[in-house]
């Protein structure tokens, strides 16, 4: 009666899925909030953990492509500075449409940006901003709309993946004057009125963040602006003073400015194009993309884009609030890593000095958010967007022979060091043992093998190449105290450290173990048990030590102590992903460690706004407390998440705590993403199907909303799934039945 009553429930979802599929797939982007997370956060944790950064997810309601290579943003905020948005819900002036490369949800900068700002009335070069109201907006993925009752204007602005095009409707006879700045803190950039031509060009240029910070990236943000109307009135300003000239370079507050007169219902339209390798560039990828001015026709492709990306996943619920919170998650999942090369496949050298080079084919891509998005948001792509995830790992491996060194978090086309580990290892080796592989891949762990065993030069080790303080890790097995990690931008950190590395020499075992280098994976395999040097076993908690052996003595496991990483001891003690087994024998076995797990939760210890902490609610699924898995779970996704604009819990992270949420709801969680095993909760919609790039679906169902004991957890109708399934079961397609 099993395997019939399977069979009948297969047939019925086949008959209903694909009938619901073609029904929502062209609506699923109306789901999409892109004001969620614009506002200060409302969630528990932000409360509890939320000092600072943690109370601003810094999401930014973007209209654009999945992963493009700008993003288009109503601008609130003027400056590029360090953690501050180019858009808060709670501001009311409003400063134009910035071309922003912001990191969705981070608490980075922006950089080669540049703002458009239509205004009406006399020319005024003083005049930054207008009042506007969130009543007058719209905002979807694919489209923007503001109206200006005192501008008497609407301004309207869709996008392809390195272009825009925008609409400004004349509610009253005025004339209408748009300026444009290059939104450099530093008085620097360029910007140039050609009449002739009728199109307007510049660039701001790129400077550095975190090691290195202030020299400059070796790239600019290009710009090319046309109209479809002629104007007459043009010239350029540094500051709120005109220059007498149709250029202007290297000033502060530099601009240009065109100006029309225009009749009541009239329209003025301009197209924008962006490069990171060329004015001429950017012109091309504007006329490859908009190769006309029908604004609806480039709207209604937006939306398809769209529409077909977010159908990867169907969700079917009666509450349409979860659905809303589902797929603003996956649109916020979308958005980095950032497209870098041009249509024809030019794109500016890694770490380079102005250098561009040339693709033989697929796309480069950069903005890799590495200790965030390694956890959740790329093992997501992984499984529905494989294709996306080679040119990822292609774009890595590009940046390890240019730069010499595989980048630890590659951002602004350049070395950061950012973060902790050495998480591009981590990433590559997911992929290679999920199966995706269409890339070199001895050159890939080549690179990786680099990281792992070598000491850069002093010269590029302070340029940020190569592992921090490798030398200390290879010595001791951990990093002592009295190591501080100089020439990183976040110093000390070494349990963290410590943790994080040994995580990854576990991944690149794998890999070293799978390409049969036996005398590598033999090293690897050992160093992945490193962690175990810095469990306090007499205090129960990963600890600081010396190199003489002791350990820290002025201890506390839920203080944020300087050897750990945006956390304290207790969350941090949980990262070991790659040996949860080994970890649970070193707490003392399994009744000790869910005890752990519980003190944990109990004493409001877990931080969801901290990624090293996110895969702690699955750990109860180790020691077969399936239900303890559940109930925190669904805790989490109901506490942490909203639909509104305070609906995120602390920085989004280039979409990491966005990505949690896909997968959670779904009921699978990579807790090792180089592993390919999801561990498996009850899941938060009744109806859920994954579309695959090899063509299978994967659904995932459940038959009673009360929570299922896992043995009744069904793999095809027929295999029974204790707390784990494999990355392969799910790629062949089939059914996850709970009942």
């Not at 009553?5 to 909030?33: D, E, H, S």
């Not at 825009?164 to 006879?173: H, V």
């Not at 140039?192 to 400059?216: M, S």
């Not at 591009?424 to 690179?447: H, V």
Request: aromatic share 12%; hydrophobic share 35%.
């Amino acid at each position: 009666m099993g395997n019939i009553r399977y069979i009948i429930i297969t047939v019925i979802m086949g008959m209903y899925l694909p009938a619901a599929n073609a029904q929502v797939n062209n609506k699923l982007v109306y789901y999409v909030n892109p004001l969620t997370g614009t506002a200060a956060s409302t969630t528990l944790s932000s409360q509890t953990h939320g000092a600072g950064t943690e109370l601003l997810a810094n999401t930014i309601p973007a209209v654009t492509l999945p992963f493009a290579m700008t993003q288009w943003v109503p601008q609130t905020r003027e400056s590029e500075q360090k953690c501050l948005a180019p858009y808060y819900y709670k501001d009311n002036m409003f400063y134009g449409i910035r071309g922003t490369h912001w990191l969705s949800g981070s608490c980075t900068q922006d950089y080669g940006s540049f703002t458009i700002l239509p205004l009406t009335g006399k020319l005024s070069l003083d005049k930054r901003s207008v009042p506007f109201s969130h009543q007058q907006e719209q905002s979807l993925p694919h489209y923007y709309r503001l109206t200006l009752p005192q501008q008497h204007t609407v301004t309207e602005i869709t996008a392809t993946e390195r272009s825009a095009i925008m609409r400004i409707t004349m509610q009253k006879t005025d004339s209408l004057y748009i300026y444009i700045r290059p939104n450099s803190d530093a008085g620097k950039g360029y910007i140039h009125v050609d009449l002739a031509k009728q199109e307007i060009t510049g660039y701001n240029p790129v400077h550095r963040i975190y090691q290195g910070r202030g020299k400059p990236a070796g790239f600019n943000g290009y710009f090319v602006i046309r109209f479809n109307k002629s104007f007459v009135v043009r010239g350029c300003f540094s500051g709120n003073t005109a220059s007498g000239s149709d250029s202007i370079n290297n000033q502060k507050e530099l601009g240009a400015y065109i100006g029309f007169a225009l009749s009541k219902n009239e329209q003025v339209s301009l197209q924008t194009g962006t490069s990171f390798t060329g004015i001429d560039a950017a012109r091309n990828n504007l006329i490859h993309e908009i190769p006309n001015w029908n604004f609806e026709q480039v709207k209604s492709a937006a939306a398809a884009t769209w529409n077909k990306t977010l159908s990867k996943i169907i969700v079917s619920d009666k509450d349409e609030k979860k659905k809303r919170i589902f797929y603003t998650a996956l649109y916020h999942s979308f958005q980095q890593p950032r497209l870098f090369s041009d249509h024809n496949g030019t794109y500016p050298v890694f770490a380079g000095n102005y250098q561009v080079a040339q693709l033989s084919s697929g796309s480069y891509y950069d903005d890799f958010s590495m200790w965030d998005i390694f956890r959740a948001q790329l093992p997501l792509l992984e499984l529905i967007d494989t294709k996306r995830v080679n040119d990822f790992v292609r774009s890595l491996i590009l940046k390890s022979a240019q730069g010499g060194w595989l980048p630890n978090f590659p951002c602004w086309n350049s070395y950061t060091t950012a973060m902790v580990g050495d998480h591009g290892t981590a990433f590559i080796a997911s992929a290679y043992q999920k199966g995706i592989r269409d890339y070199d891949i001895q050159q890939a762990y080549n690179a990786m093998r680099k990281n792992a065993f070598d000491i850069p030069s002093t010269e590029a080790y302070k340029d940020g190449r190569g592992r921090r303080s490798l030398a200390s890790y290879l010595q001791y097995g951990y990093y002592p105290l009295e190591d501080s990690i100089p020439d990183a931008f976040h110093v000390k950190e070494q349990v963290s450290r410590t943790l994080e590395y040994t995580y990854d020499d576990d991944c690149l075992a794998g890999m070293a173990l799978a390409l049969n280098k036996q005398e590598d994976y033999a090293i690897l395999s050992k160093r992945g048990k490193n962690y175990r040097n810095v469990f306090d076993s007499a205090r129960g908690f990963m600890n600081g030590r010396y190199a003489n052996g002791n350990f820290y003595k002025d201890f506390d496991p839920d203080k944020k102590l300087f050897f750990i990483t945006e956390g304290t001891s207790r969350q941090y003690s949980f990262f070991v992903p790659h040996d949860v087994p080994g970890l649970i024998a070193l707490m003392g076995g399994p009744v000790s460690f869910e005890h752990a797990l519980d003190e944990l939760f109990d004493t409001g210890q877990y931080w969801h706004g901290n990624e090293p902490g996110q895969q702690i609610p699955f750990l109860y699924n180790y020691v077969k407390a399936y239900t303890k898995t559940h109930k925190q779970v669904a805790q989490i996704l109901s506490s942490q998440y909203d639909d509104g604009p305070g609906g995120l819990s602390g920085n989004d992270d280039a979409g990491q705590v966005s990505a949690w949420y896909v997968l959670a709801s779904m009921g699978i969680y990579p807790v090792n993403p180089a592993s390919q095993q999801y561990a498996v909760t009850t899941p938060l919609f009744n109806n859920i199907s994954l579309q695959m790039e090899n063509g299978q679906q994967f659904r995932i169902s459940k038959q009673s909303l009360h929570n299922i004991p896992t043995g009744n957890v069904l793999l095809n109708g027929t295999q029974q799934i204790d707390g784990f399934i494999d990355h392969a079961a799910i790629v062949r397609g089939g059914s996850l039945i709970f009942r």
